[in-house]
């Protein structure tokens, strides 16, 4: 592949910037095959061309009344994705060396000698196709890389909704509530002033609160009665169940989802279980989990009960602050209730999907 670039280097685009020598600068390169080769006479012709067509090689005489200064700034600040084409100085008689820190890869004097000139032109090409060819690969590589790494995320991701679904489909109810108490939360943190990657860690990781009603028994999981006793105890290990499950991976994820799954029914007041956290000691994304995770089932129709008015959702959501509910996320789940509104509206249950539920269930 790049062995080839040794035989296209006469394939290359040269512009030549100078008011002098460029009949026979030209007729040499065309003698030898190098086809493509545009000239300037200035700066602001220079710059066009070089922008209609990017030049492999520019070669510019030291007689144009331009300073390799004014033509360094001026083409460092082309927006280009290619790499700065190699600059050659064709030197006026009086042998000028250029700076060391110049643009100038190398130089010549007037008059040339054809041979080495030639022998110049073609190590200048090919070192900056190679540099091309290699800056290409490179990009390909990190662009695979970067979807290669989109697609592992996204099958991360749908493992994820997946454990979500499985704890909600044994709990009767639908994967809508795990989706909505995602985008419920995404929504909270961005108003707490969350930075877009941790919200999203959120949006995934939420969904997950309840994976540990896996280990629960069924006789107690869908009882539709009320819990008595030792059956409310069992239930109430499913946070536990649920951050051991989750915290064994090593995925950023599945880990930040196990902290929900154990926090997520701890209550301000210290009321909450299973450890009996109080304020901030609850992780935070726990207490954001668990105003929209409570609010989503009021809100949403079950087996056993109706859906709660809006208002009274509010006001027992409202009425827990302090209590149940960090005081500084229900004020914020007050200010964005409309986007809260637009999320249940957009994620809506599917009526059709929760009927086949409900009779695998009862089967």
């Known amino acids: 592949m790049i062995t080839d670039l040794l035989d296209l280097s006469t394939d290359a685009n040269i512009l030549i910037i100078s008011t002098e020598h460029i009949d026979c600068v030209t007729n040499l390169l065309n003698t030898n095959s190098y086809h493509k080769v545009d000239c300037a006479s200035n700066l602001s012709m220079a710059i066009e061309k070089y922008i209609a067509s990017p030049p492999d090689l520019v070669i510019f005489s030291s007689s144009i009344n331009l300073t390799l200064s004014e ?9 280009s994705i290619e790499p700065l084409p190699p600059v050659l100085l064709v030197n006026d008689s009086n042998n000028h ?4 820190d110049s643009i100038i890869k190398d130089f010549v004097n007037f008059p040339i000698i054809e041979n080495e000139f030639l022998f110049r032109i073609h190590h200048l090409l090919t070192d900056h196709l190679v540099r091309k060819e290699h800056l290409g690969f490179t990009e390909s590589i990190i662009k695979t890389i970067g979807q290669r790494n989109q697609e592992l995320k996204e099958s991360q991701i749908e493992i994820i909704e997946c454990l979500g679904y499985a704890a909600e489909f044994r709990d009767s109810e639908t994967g809508m509530h795990t989706i909505r108490v995602g985008h419920y939360s995404q929504c909270l943190a961005k108003a707490l002033g969350m930075n877009d990657k941790e919200a999203e860690t959120l949006l995934y990781a939420a969904p997950m609160h309840d994976v540990g009603k896996i280990g629960i028994p069924d006789k107690i999981l869908l009882k539709p009665g009320r819990l008595e006793g030792k059956e409310w105890e069992i239930m109430k290990q499913h946070t536990i169940i649920g951050e051991r499950i989750l915290s064994r991976s090593k995925n950023n994820l599945l880990q930040q989802a196990g902290i929900i799954a ?3 029914h701890e209550k301000w007041n210290g009321s909450g279980y299973p450890r009996g956290l109080t304020g901030s000691d609850i992780h935070l994304y726990g207490r954001i989990v668990a105003i929209v995770d409570v609010f989503d089932a009021l809100t949403m129709e079950r087996p056993y009960k109706k859906a709660w008015p809006l208002e009274n959702a509010l006001e027992l959501i409202n009425s827990e602050s302090e209590k149940h509910f960090d005081p500084t996320l229900v004020e914020l789940f007050n200010e964005h209730l409309e ?3 637009d999320i249940k509206k957009c994620y809506a249950d599917n009526r059709e999907t929760n009927n086949l539920l409900n009779e695998y269930l009862s089967i």
């Open 71 to 79: 033509l360094s700034d001026k083409l460092n600040k082309l927006d």
């Open 262 to 264: 154990l926090h997520h």
């Open 339 to 341: 986007e809260m509104l």
């Open 97 to 100: 060396i250029p700076p060391i």
